[in-house]
């Protein structure tokens, strides 16, 4: 399987600085493995968008597959709370 390139929104930055240091390494590295495949155990496609979201710990990544480009972009990271209410 190819792998994916990684790409973010200008707003995860952003969103990340928002978050606890220890946080943001989880994070990062359930991003980093999105690379080898994007449709991970656990990764769940949301309901009437071209979107996915995986769960790290109490926050959640929203991120969009370009499956023609080999490009995973990173929409939104926040708190499983509020992370829908801004999509």
């Not at 769940?44 to 370009?66: A, D, H, P, V």
């Amino acid at each position: 399987m190819a792998k994916y390139k990684i790409t973010f929104k200008k707003s995860v930055a952003k969103d990340l600085t928002a978050l606890p240091k220890a946080d943001i390494k989880k994070i990062l590295a359930k991003i980093d493995a999105l690379a080898e495949n994007p449709r991970v155990e656990g990764a769940i496609k949301l309901s009437g968008q071209e979107l996915y979201r995986i769960r790290q710990g109490l926050y959640r990544i929203i991120y969009e597959i370009k499956d023609s480009q080999l490009v995973v972009l990173v929409i939104k990271v926040g708190h499983r709370s509020d992370i829908y209410k801004h999509i």
